[in-house]
């Protein structure tokens, strides 16, 4: 009687079923990983690199046409009748999706376009100021957008402008460094205007509206802003970085 060999079947490179589970699940892991590192490196990276070529190419483009033209008439709308501002719910966050009128007043230009420069040499800050505060339109372009219904440069009361603090060119990335004295400069056509700092509210509610209105003071911190009319600059953006709970506020005062 012969001897029986045992037959032992291998099945090289077939894993058992947990050790699969395990496997699939650490490929999607990594997956997800890679995709939000592309999301945060488009987010943080490539969103800035867009906006500040867009407004660095809006900057030369209108000292360009300044230099090969006369100044031209102001285009800024008259002020209401009664004199009061335009009511404003809330101080426009950066990071809101909030769009200007898609129609502007006969006699201006369009709100997303830019009409002036905004420079704060304390920060190296150079970047446009255009008319609205629309995310897609104006602030998500690397610009300063204005609130409407906000003084020109230069007149009486208060010229409120607003930016990303973070992404899209984050052109108010640093404004709470600004300090009392600090110069800040804005160039239209006609000329170029110097405002000085001279109050820093580090966090105040979105719906502190005192802030930008034509005598700014804040709602929700008395002791903050002004009570005698006078030709004022407030900066606003969102605080603290990667946020849009509160919003701070630079505000300047003119002097030539």
């Known amino acids: 009687m012969r001897d029986r060999v045992p037959v032992v079947v291998q099945t090289r490179g077939v ?11 650490a490929e999607a892991v990594v997956t997800c990983g890679v995709v939000l590192l592309l999301l945060v490196v488009h987010q943080l ?3 800035n690199q867009q906006a500040r070529a867009q407004a660095t190419q809006q900057v030369r483009a209108l000292e360009r046409e300044w230099e090969g033209s006369p100044p031209a008439p102001s285009v800024e709308a008259p002020p209401p009748e009664d004199g009061t501002p335009a009511p404003v719910e809330s101080v426009a966050s950066p990071e809101a999706d909030a769009e200007p009128e898609a129609t502007p007043s006969p006699g201006r230009p369009p709100l997303s376009s830019a009409y002036a420069i905004l420079r ?11 008319r609205g505060v629309g995310k897609r339109s104006v602030l998500d372009r690397g610009y300063v957008g204005q609130y409407p219904g906000t003084a020109a ?25 600004l300090r009392p004295g600090d110069r800040i400069r804005v160039q239209t056509r006609e000329r170029e205007y110097e405002y000085v700092v001279d109050q820093v509210l580090a966090r105040t509610a979105p719906r502190d509206t005192g802030v930008i209105q034509p005598v700014p003071r804040s709602l929700v911190k ?13 900066l606003t953006t969102c605080t603290p970085e990667f946020s849009s709970a509160y919003r701070l506020v630079v505000w300047a005062k003119l002097v030539r």
């Open 222 to 234: 008395p002791s903050y802003g002004y009570s005698a009319p006078g030709s004022y600059l407030t």
């Open 15 to 25: 894993r058992s079923t947990p050790a699969r589970v395990l496997w699939v699940g």
């Open 120 to 130: 704060i040499p304390r920060i190296g800050l150079t970047a446009p100021v255009a």
């Open 45 to 47: 990276w490539w969103t």
């Open 153 to 177: 440069p230069g007149s009486p009361g208060n010229v409120a402008l607003a930016g990303h603090r973070n992404t899209h060119g984050e052109p108010f990335r640093y404004i709470n460094r």
